[in-house]
């Protein structure tokens, strides 16, 4: 099973610094139920390109730093990109923390 990870979180706060991504730390916790799994980190905060949806099985999207009204360059990109339903046949894993 092959998962994207999309990251939209930036570490900007010193307190997340020991982490080296949100999406790092979310592969880790998933990797010890999903022994089988490969993991793609997409650092879509950063800019990364979305990805092509028929390259995963599913797709995780863990939470920010940020809110979904917050002006970002990228959520309302993120925001068109899964707003397309027809576009996905693939399960999302979807879970929002406060990682302030």
Request: with cysteine.
């Amino acid at each position: 099973m092959r998962l994207a990870i999309l990251d939209c979180a930036t570490l900007v706060d010193p307190s997340l610094e020991k982490y080296a991504s949100i999406g790092a730390l979310v592969e880790n916790w998933l990797r010890r139920f999903l022994h089988e799994a490969s993991f793609v980190i997409i650092p879509i905060a950063h800019g990364a390109e979305f990805p092509n949806p028929s390259d995963y099985d599913g797709f995780v999207l863990p939470g920010s730093e940020v809110g979904v009204y917050d002006d970002t360059p990228w959520m309302g990109p993120l925001g068109d990109y899964l707003r397309n339903p027809s576009r996905f046949t693939q399960t999302f894993l979807a879970f929002v923390s406060d990682i302030r």
